[in-house]
């Protein structure tokens, strides 16, 4: 079993849609939580990052960690198309090196006019 | 400033040559790091090096070697490619050691397919 696991998608929605990405992880130990987006032919970016568990909102962009699930999920508000991309979730350890992040898979999103 | 590089974007390499690429930083990162990304693997570190004139093995190091003889410059090399080292590799450079002190800045990407 994977460590980290992220629905690769692809998952398609209509423009204004709000969209929900999910992963699921086994380390209970996993309490800093990040989202990158990647566009094609691009490297990753860090999107938004939370501790621990809750919410974080960062404009059109929600985090939410829920431990006792071990499940984490980033929403887009009113998705426009300019948000197609791949999202990868990735996990770490509290005062682990950056050597030791997980990194998801990623899901492929499509955002249609 | 440009912030990571890498050369080249693309390459194709028959099984046993070899080859290196090369990640450049210009944010006078300590830390650099280098993955490859395959379809329903994710991002997997290879090597990575916490200072120049260090490095230290990943998750997925067989097959390559890497260098840092220049703090800005990060170099993967493969000895003899095989097949199974077709792939994205991505090189990343961070200020801090800690996963949750700073963020990982990514390169573009190199596509390497070996036939």
């Known amino acids: 079993q994977k460590e980290v696991e992220q629905d690769p998608g692809p998952l398609s929605v209509p423009e204004g849609a709000i969209v929900s990405l999910n992963c699921t992880y086994s380390n209970s130990a996993f309490q800093y939580f990040m989202w990158y987006r990647q566009y094609s032919r691009k490297g990753p970016e860090l999107l938004m990052y939370?501790?621990?568990?809750g919410n974080k909102e960062d404009g059109r962009f929600t985090a939410q960690v829920d431990k006792s699930s071990k499940y984490i999920s980033l929403f887009i508000r009113d998705s426009q198309p300019s948000d197609s991309a791949t999202y990868l979730c990735?996990?770490?350890?509290?005062?682990?090196?950056?050597?030791?992040?997980?990194f998801g898979s990623g899901t492929r999103l499509s955002i249609r006019p | 400033n440009a912030g990571v590089t890498q050369t080249p974007k693309f390459r194709v390499l028959k099984t046993g040559q070899s080859m290196t690429l090369l990640c450049a930083q210009d944010?006078?990162?300590?830390?650099m790091y280098w993955y490859r990304q395959d379809p329903g693997m994710g991002l997997r570190l290879i090597h990575y090096?916490?200072?120049?004139?260090?490095?230290a093995k990943g998750e997925v190091p067989d097959g390559y070697n890497v260098s840092r003889l220049k703090k800005q410059n990060f170099l993967l090399g493969l000895e003899s490619a095989a097949p199974s080292q077709t792939s994205v590799y991505f090189c990343?450079?961070?200020?801090?050691?800690?996963?949750?002190?700073?963020?990982?800045?990514f390169g573009p990407g190199t596509r390497l397919l070996v036939l």
């Open positions: 939370t501790y621990s568990s």
């Open positions: 990343a450079s961070s200020y801090s050691r800690l996963a949750d002190q700073e963020t990982q800045y």
């Open positions: 090096s916490v200072g120049e004139g260090t490095t």
């Open positions: 990735a996990m770490s350890e509290p005062y682990s090196s950056a050597s030791k992040i997980i």
């Open positions: 944010m006078n990162h300590e830390y």
